[in-house]
Nanobody
Framework: VQLQAFGGGFLQTGASLRLTCVVAGGTFSTLTMGWFRQAPGQAREFVATINSNGRNTYYADSVNGRATISRDNKDAVNLQMNNLKPDDTAVYYC?????????????????WGQGTQVTVSS
């Protein structure tokens, strides 16, 4: 299974961002998907997850109310983030898990994308 994330960039505080991750080589409908991020000098942290059938989502407190994770029926998962803050600056990674329920621990994800940089200026 291969994941490719894109959509990062350099944005200003208050802007919106949509990240997309495309999955290839696996049965997308059986995978729980997640987004994580890693800021410079910090550990990777959970951002959002959506289960394999798309009916359930869960967010980190830091983005709850500002982020929406969604998936299509084919091969893509999206992360929409609004009202961006400088603290959102990080490399964002998409990940796929063979566990069909929502998953928040990075150790429960089996496949990872390469990451896309998001920088939010103040």
């Amino acid at each position: 299974v291969q994941l490719q994330a894109f959509g990062g960039g350099f944005l200003q505080t208050g802007a919106s961002l949509r990240l997309t991750c495309v999955v290839a080589g696996g049965t997308f409908s059986t995978l729980t998907m997640g987004w994580f991020r890693q800021a410079p000098g910090q550990a990777r942290e959970f951002v959002a997850t959506i289960n394999s059938n798309g009916r359930n989502t869960y967010y980190a407190d830091s983005v709850n109310g500002r982020a929406t994770i969604s998936r299509d029926n084919k091969d893509a998962v999206n992360l929409q983030m609004n009202n961006l803050k400088p603290d959102d600056t990080a490399v964002y990674y998409c990940a796929a898990s063979k566990i069909r329920t929502m998953v928040t621990s990075e150790y429960d994800y089996h496949f990872w994308g390469q990451g896309t940089q998001v920088t939010v200026s103040s």
